[in-house]
Structures are given as C-alpha cells and as structure tokens.
C-alpha cells in the first residue's frame, strides 16, 4: 500500500504541476484536484491500517453501552477511563440501533477515514475563505486551496489514525471546522463546535479559550460585536453544561482518570520529555515548519492593510496561536507514546493552512511592481498562479511520505503496534474462552487484549486509567523512557482487588520466561505457556491460592500448552 500511496502523489504532482494555470482559472479543474488529493489521503491512511490499542478502551467502553450495561470499563464499575465522550457516543450509535456490538469497530474506522477525508475538504475551504476576506471581490487564488488539502493529506500524523480506532482525526476536523466558523462570524456555531471538541479530546478546552480570547480581541478592534462573545459562550454551553452534570453525577469527579495520573509526577521530568518529543516531530516535520514561518515573514512586511485583509490576518494568528497552544500543552503534559505524534496531529494540518493562507495574502496586498511578465506574451500574473507553487507544493508533501516510510516513529513504529495489538487480542481471548465469568485479572494492557476477553472478566488496570483509587491515590511512576507519568499502587491491587491472573507482557515472547515482578511475588507464581504452532511463549502470574486449578483451566486450551519452569 506504500507503493500505491506514492503512486497517487505522482498523479497528483503531474496533475497540479502541469495543470496549475487551469486550476486557480476553473472550478471543475479545482475538485478534480481535490479529488487526487483525497485520493491521496485514503491510500495514505490505508498504507498505516493499524487499529491502535489504546482504541480498545473506548471499544470496551462502547461494548458495554450496546449490551445495556452503561458507559462502564467493568460491570457495575462507574471509572471514567476514557477522555472521547463523543467519539464513544459515535462509535456506539450503530451498534445500538442494530443490537450488534460487532458494528463498533467497523463504525470506528470508517469514522476515523472519513474524518481524516474531511479534514482535506475543510483545508481546502478554510484557506480559500481566509483569502476571500482579502479580497472578497476580486478574482482570488483559489487554487491555494488545492495546494493546502494536499499538504493535508500528506500529514503523516492524521493519516497514521485515520484507520486507527481513535477520536485524533475527528478533533482535526472539529479544530477546523472551528477555525472556518471563526472566520465566517458563525459565533454560535463556533461555540457548539468547540463543544464537541471539548467533548472528544481535553485540549478542546484549550480551543474554548482561545476563541473567547479571539472574539474578545475582535471586539476591541470593533471587527465583531460584543454580542459576538456571549453567543459563542452561549452555543458551546448548550452542550458542555448538560454534558458534565451528566459526567459528575455518574462518575463524581471533574477530570477523566487519563487526564488525572497523566498530570501527575516532576515537572521537570515531564517538560524534558515533552521537548523530546515536540523537538522530534518539528525535526520529521520541519519542511511544513518552514513553510509556515516563512509565509509568516511574507505577510508581516506588509503594513497598512485594509480593514478585509487585517480581519483576514487575525484568522491566521489565531491558527498560529492555537498550532503553539496545541505544541505546548504537549510539552508539559509530558509527551506520548504512540507512533507518529499523535497528540500533535492537528499541528501539521493547522501550519499548511497557516502557511498557505498567509502566502496568498502576501499575494492579494502585493503592489503593481510585484507582478511580472510570464510567458513572453506581456500578460501579468502573480507568483502564486505560477508553477512554483504546485512543484514547492508536491514536494512538501513527497518529504512528509519519505517520513511515513522511512522515521522509526512512524509507519515502522505502527507495524511494530499492529503486532503487539494482534497478540493481546489473543492472549485476551485465551483469557476469555478459558476463566469463569467474574474472574479478575491485572494488567497495564487495558486496550486489545481487555477489549478481547471481554465484559465477563474483570480488568484492573494496574496504571489507574479504568480504577479510581489508582488513579487519585497512587504513586506517579514514570513509564515509556519520556516524561510521561502514570499512577500505580501494587500494594492495592495485590491485596485490595485480589486479581486471579496477572498479566505484564505486552505480547508474546520467544523465550520462555520465568521471571516475576517482585510486587506479585509472596502471592502468586509464574505459569508458562507455549502458543501451539509457533515459536511464541507467555508468562502471567497465578494467584498462589488457586494456582492449580488455574493452570488447569489456561492449560485446557488447545492453543495454549503449559510447560513448568521447575
């Protein structure tokens, strides 16, 4: 599929390169364009195809809604354990009008690719609409919206999740669609919009208050209205008020159990490892950053613009203000684990809007002297008509593939994943077709392999995210060699949830192993497992008391043969 993938970049670059006149002339020309561009974005996300593990979690979550039992991780357990309410609501929503708990995973997908589509569709009209501010009567460029939504869809960070089971391509989208409500005075809509940001990611708060800001800003420069502010806190409480009396009533706590342990832990440490990670996506990214900041540079030397062009201007800084909010947040909350920074996914597609849009208002302000003679035939014609756009274009965008090929972080870093998720939806399965129902087991793998076994068997997440006590009382630990933080408490889970099996690999191993984590030692022992026709082995932890019957149980498995470690 990575073939295939470079395959529709080409058409699209011979498309936008030898055609760039007629696209910025003719409409039909645009959307065909646009269409290679999407194009472009499903063979990009198909080339990652990976359904990450932690997506699990919320399918756990949905599972349990569609069989009745509520938004719950474990049965009778109200944890709120995921931080996507409207993501859960959304991947749920089929699966309760049919009755089938087999539709979640599907609807997920198709979700997460149509939404990474969207996000191309809405780069191409938030640029042409920032330009159209400038100069709402004249002629336009609008083939720099072309040139955005392929700069979109070649960002490997949205096209990594668009198949991926989680909410990231639906918070772009929404981030976008909130920026071109910003830009078209839609304050109301903007304020719902921002709503279900909040609703699908946390960082969708920092998004609130950087449209309050905005609108506020405005009216001081009496660009919009004062009434402009109160319908936009008016449109995003219609839907954030209802929606955390909900939460505190069925959960009692303000934060999500993610949110809380993830804040946990030296500041030192986390800001260390954010910088590791920011530092690492702008160096697999830093064309885009250039690209952005060089537009920037363009549109500052230009002073005393008319009222339309500086309305216009704002709307870029404010995509510029929230690309940094968004990178900061990241910064002090430690960083992520997952391949091809996902917590950063909407900042590539925000600095193509921002480079582009900011270009074509360099454009539309430039003087007479500014234009130049193209063709021999004495017509004159901006720059941005011209073929260097398209071929700087196509090759922003051919870098940001070399990316998804090549950086360990990404599409190598997601097979990596893809094997992993494989593995504990089996070991979780094993776990399901073999243990009563109602028997508990620990893990920190709450996702695929949870997900697997099953609402029949009790999952205590020893990292806090589906357990309160954990996650409000527990030691911050550092996990995943960054600076990111997680709460634990072995002492509780050994001896408060009394779990029967254990489980501490995050998949299968090639060697037998004996080993056992200290924590577990005085209760439990070490059951080794060979997976039948392959060269694999997995350990978990028995609870000494039952030790042989539990053996027994994993060992009536036909996949599963037990051998002793004695």
């Known amino acids: 599929m990575a073939a295939v993938t470079i395959g529709s970049w080409l058409v699209l670059a011979v498309f ?3 055609w760039w006149p007629r696209i910025n002339a003719r409409r039909v020309w645009r959307f065909s364009a646009l269409g290679l561009a999407l194009l472009l974005s499903l063979f990009h996300q198909l080339a990652y195809a990976t359904i990450a593990g932690d997506a699990y979690v919320t399918f756990r979550y949905a599972h349990n809604i569609v069989e009745g039992y509520g938004a719950v991780y474990n049965l009778g357990e109200y944890v709120e354990g995921y931080a996507n309410f409207l993501w859960l609501i959304l991947v749920a929503l089929p699966g309760v009008v049919l009755g089938d708990s087999g539709a979640i995973v599907p609807t997920a997908v198709i979700l997460g ?11 191409y009209r938030l640029t042409n609409r920032i330009v159209r501010l400038a100069q709402p009567e004249g002629p336009g460029m609008p083939g720099l919206g072309v040139v955005a939504a392929a700069l979109t869809a070649g960002s490997s960070s949205l096209s990594a999740y668009g198949a991926s089971g989680l909410e990231a391509p639906l918070f772009v989208l929404l981030t976008l669609t909130f920026c071109l409500a910003l830009a078209s005075g839609r304050a109301v809509v903007a304020g719902v919009v921002v709503a279900l940001a909040v609703m699908t990611r946390p960082e969708g708060l920092f998004l609130a208050v950087v449209g309050l800001v905005w609108f506020a800003v405005e009216a001081v420069r009496r660009r919009q209205l004062e009434a402009a502010a109160v319908a936009y806190v008016v449109g995003a409480a219609v839907l954030l008020v209802p929606w955390t009396v909900w939460r505190l009533t069925i959960y009692e706590h303000l934060l999500p159990n993610v949110v809380v342990s993830r804040w946990s832990g ?11 990670y920011v530092a690492e996506f702008a160096l697999a990214y830093q064309a885009f950053v250039a690209l952005a900041v060089t537009a920037l540079a363009l549109l500052l030397t230009r002073r005393g613009v008319p009222k339309g062009v500086a309305r216009a201007r704002s709307v870029v800084w404010l995509l510029v203000a929230l690309a940094l909010g968004i990178v900061a947040g990241v910064v002090v909350c430690g960083g992520g684990w997952m391949p091809a920074w996902r917590l950063l996914a909407p900042v590539p597609v925000l600095l193509a809007v921002v480079g582009t849009a900011a270009y074509g208002l360099f454009a539309v302000t430039a003087p007479a002297r500014d234009t130049t003679t193209s063709g021999g035939t004495g017509t004159r014609a901006p720059l941005a008509r011209r073929r260097t756009v398209a071929v700087v274009t196509m090759a922003l965008c051919g870098l940001s593939l070399v990316v998804t090929t090549v950086h360990p972080r990404a599409l190598p870093a997601m ?16 776990l399901d077709e073999s243990l009563p ?33 954990i996650a409000h009382e527990g030691e911050p630990v550092r996990v995943g060699g960054r600076g990111i933080y997680l709460a634990r408490d072995f002492d509780y889970v050994v001896n408060v949830r009394e779990p029967a099996v254990v489980v501490e690999e995050s998949g299968y191993t090639t060697e037998q192993g004996c080993g056992i ?13 060979r997976r039948e026709g392959t060269p694999y082995w997995v350990s978990v932890y028995v609870r000494r008391a039952g030790a042989t019957y539990l053996v027994e149980l994993l060992d009536s498995h036909p996949d599963f043969t037990y051998v002793s470690c004695l």
């Not at 939404?115 to 569709?121: E, I, M, N, P």
């Not at 504990?424 to 094993?430: A, D, H, N, V, Y």
């Not at 984590?517 to 497992?529: G, I, K, R, T």
């Open 113 to 123: 690719v149509g939404s990474a589509l969207g996000c191309v569709v809405l780069a």
């Open 16 to 18: 936008l390169i030898g």
């Open 437 to 469: 129902a109602g028997t508990v087991i620990s893990t920190h793998n709450t996702g695929a392999l949870a997900y697997a076994a099953g609402p029949s068997i009790t999952v205590v997440d020893v990292f806090g995210r589906t357990d309160e006590h």
């Open 415 to 430: 097979r990596e994943l893809r094997a992993s998720t494989a593995q504990l939806s089996e070991i979780g399965r094993w």
């Open 517 to 529: 984590n200290p924590a577990y030692a005085e209760l439990y022992e070490v059951a080794s497992f």
């Open 266 to 276: 030296a500041w030192s440490d986390r800001l260390a490892g954010g910088w590791e």
